[in-house]
């Protein structure tokens, strides 16, 4: 059974300061998703990651893929409040298939 | 219409109560899928759909829970028998085709009382 693990769960920022989350998943999978979503909000689609060592960048936030060590890092550069929000990585485990998401981290950005 | 379309965006019903949840997807996706997140944590899987038939319905949790897709666009959630544990937020995705990616629905929020 996959299995996706997302640490950490909740994570306080000051403005200004770089992190990382972190994804884990248990089994093979096609590929990686990072989604957004803001308080009582749907979920906004981040990045795709189709391959080992894919790396995507979307201003503030990048996105890493290692196929192998079955890891995904959403890295933070500079972080604004304006990043404040869940953020969930998801894997497909199967083409076409269904995502298993993780938990969720929540981000809170403090000025 | 541009997105995902849920309705209603919030129903609230007593226990017992059978509720249908509808899903307009983007116009020509075919694959659809439907979540159901609670408070805190992330989506899980409840059923896919690859036109009007079910791809996987895996997800569903018993057979209070049931999908339809009759047409290949718009899709029904229906729960019979509500119980005070379906309560959470029922979010439905579509996507071009199954393995492309998928857009997210605002979802509709389901209290049973």
């Known amino acids: 059974e996959l299995k996706v693990e997302q640490n950490p769960l909740f994570l306080s920022m000051q403005e200004g300061k770089n992190y990382t989350i972190y994804c884990n998943y248990s089994?093979?999978?096609?590929?990686l998703y990072w989604y957004r979503q803001d308080p009582g909000k749907s979920l906004e689609s981040l990045f795709v990651?189709?391959?080992?060592?894919a790396v995507k960048q979307e201003g503030r936030l990048m996105a890493s893929l290692d196929t192998k060590a079955r890891l995904s890092t959403l890295h933070i550069t500079a972080a604004v409040h304006d990043l404040s929000a869940t953020y969930f990585c998801?894997?497909?485990?199967?083409?076409?298939?269904?995502?298993?998401f993780g938990a969720g981290t929540i981000l809170r950005v403090k000025s | 219409g541009a997105g995902v379309s849920q309705t209603p965006s919030n129903k609230v019903t007593e226990k017992g109560k059978y509720v249908e949840l509808r899903c307009d997807p983007i116009?020509?996706?075919?694959?659809l899928y439907w979540y159901r997140q609670s408070l805190g944590q992330g989506p899980e899987f409840l059923i896919y759909?690859?036109?009007?038939?079910?791809?996987?319905d895996s997800g569903l949790p018993n057979d209070r829970f049931f999908a339809v897709r009759p047409e290949g666009s718009v899709s029904t959630l229906k729960i019979q028998r509500t119980e005070r544990g379906d309560s959470a937020v029922y979010l439905c995705?579509?996507?071009?085709?199954?393995?492309?990616?998928?857009?997210f629905g605002q979802g509709t929020r389901l209290t049973v009382v």
């Open positions: 089994t093979t999978s096609d590929r």
């Open positions: 990651l189709l391959s080992n060592g």
């Open positions: 759909f690859q036109g009007t038939g079910a791809a996987d």
């Open positions: 995705a579509s996507s071009r085709t199954g393995g492309t990616e998928a857009f």
């Open positions: 116009s020509g996706h075919t694959a």
């Open positions: 998801a894997v497909e485990r199967e083409y076409g298939n269904k995502l298993v």
